[in-house]
Every structure is written in C-alpha cells, then in structure tokens.
C-alpha cells in the first residue's frame, strides 16, 4: 500500500544509519526497513566510512555527533568515495551556527532530534529524487477504498472529491493509509507522526483524528474507526 523508491536498476534503495545511539540508529533503520529500503548501520565514524565503501549506499543518514571521529570528517571521507552521495544530518545540535556548519560541510539536509520517523524517510526521499538516483515505482500514490494520496503532490481526494488538509493532517493520513485495516495505537502514531519521543499528551491524536474525520468522513461512511482501548483503523467503507 505504500510506494516505493528504487534505484535505475529496479533494486531497493540503500540507505546508510549512522548513529552511535545504539537504539536510535535500530529505530531508524525499522523505519527505513518498512519503506521496502536495504538498510545498515554504524555506530561509530570508522565503521561508518568502511561499511559506505562496501555497501555503496544511495544516501546516508549521518549523526554529527560520533565516538571516534565527527560526522563532519566522516562526511569529507565519504564524499572523496562518492562526491555526490546524499547526506541527511541526524544531530541532537539544533543552534543555527551548526546548521550552517553542517550544510557548510557539504550536508544535503539537517533533521534535529527529537525529530519523527516520519520525518526522516520524508526527507531522505526528497533527497533522492532530488539527486535523480532513484525512481519512483507505482506512482507513489496510497490507495484505500474512494481515498487516494498523491505523496508527490500532497494531494488527496475522497470518491474523486478533492480534500484540503493541513501538513500534520496530511502526514496523519499518510501514517494510517499505509496501515489499512490495522488498529494503530496512540502511542505508535504519536511515535511517526510526531516526535518520537513526544512529551504532549495523547489526546492531541484524538484532536487530529477528529480533525481528519470532519474532512475524510463528513456526510460520506466512515473509513476511521475507534477501537476502544486500542486506538484507531482505517479501512474502505462499506
């Protein structure tokens, strides 16, 4: 149900973790995982640099912050391999002077933590396209039941009825189209549609869900449900 990205040669997409948070890089790469991607990871600068010449990734994800050596040299490192390899910064660092730094550096993008899983496909996605490394397969549109998402062109329609949302709308939609049928808790969604390490309260899924509703399901049958004690599904009406 989701699209994918994959490499001239109709192959997944390699996508380099590095991060020396052990957990951090896992959660990561399981989100990578589930975009259909080849996924490994380093937690060091080192490895990092040793694994991207054998694995000859597509894009990397780079954490500034590393044991060994920072993310800076091992960005130099990599690009003298592959000048063009898109980099997306990973850094707990959020002043402008590092941003600046980073992208001064030759980083493509810069995600600060805490940031959402959602957020980092998003953009590795952008990146790779951008670079015109990838293509896309099956036009990148999610499909369940009347409802269509064009995730190149944000647009979604319902029973050919287009339907305006907001970006946090859009990204909520997104999260539930590529799990049909399936209960999704609040947690799981607060952990991929916001930051994953979210401090809010829970009952901010229950205002963009009712939000959603007003929008998706207004005078039509209804495609979200609540499941009592479990969380939310969305399946094709009737």
């Known amino acids: 149900m989701k ?59 780079l954490d500034v912050m590393l044991p060994d050596i920072d993310g800076l040299e091992v960005l130099r490192r990599m690009r003298a391999d592959v000048p063009a390899l898109p980099v997306l910064f990973l850094t707990a660092k959020d002043a402008l002077e590092d941003r600046i730094a980073g992208l001064t550096a030759g980083g493509d993008d810069y995600v600060t933590k ?9 953009r590795l996605r952008a990146l790779m396209r951008r670079t015109g490394i990838t293509e896309a397969s099956a036009g990148a549109t999610l499909v369940v039941g009347d409802l269509t998402l064009d995730e190149d062109s944000r647009e979604v329609h319902r029973g050919g009825e287009p339907v305006d949302l907001t970006a946090t709308e859009f990204e909520l939609l997104r999260y539930l189209m590529r799990n049909p049928r399936r209960v999704l808790s609040k947690a799981q969604i607060l952990d991929r549609v916001w930051n994953y390490d979210f401090g809010g309260q829970a009952n901010i899924v229950e205002l963009y869900i009712s939000y959603l509703r007003k929008k998706i399901d207004a005078g039509r049958t209804p495609m979200i449900h609540t499941m009592r004690g479990a969380g939310y599904v969305l399946k094709p009406a009737g």
């Not at 975009?35 to 040793?50: F, H, N, P």
């Open 3 to 61: 699209s994918e990205l994959r490499r001239p040669d109709g192959q997944p997409v390699r996508v380099l973790v590095v991060d020396d948070e052990a957990t951090l890089a896992e959660l990561v790469s399981m989100a990578l995982r589930l975009e259909g991607w080849d996924v490994r990871s380093a937690l060091d600068g080192t490895t990092a640099v040793r694994t991207a010449r054998e694995f000859r990734p597509d894009a990397v994800v």
């Open 114 to 122: 805490p940031f959402s899983l959602e957020e980092v496909a998003l």
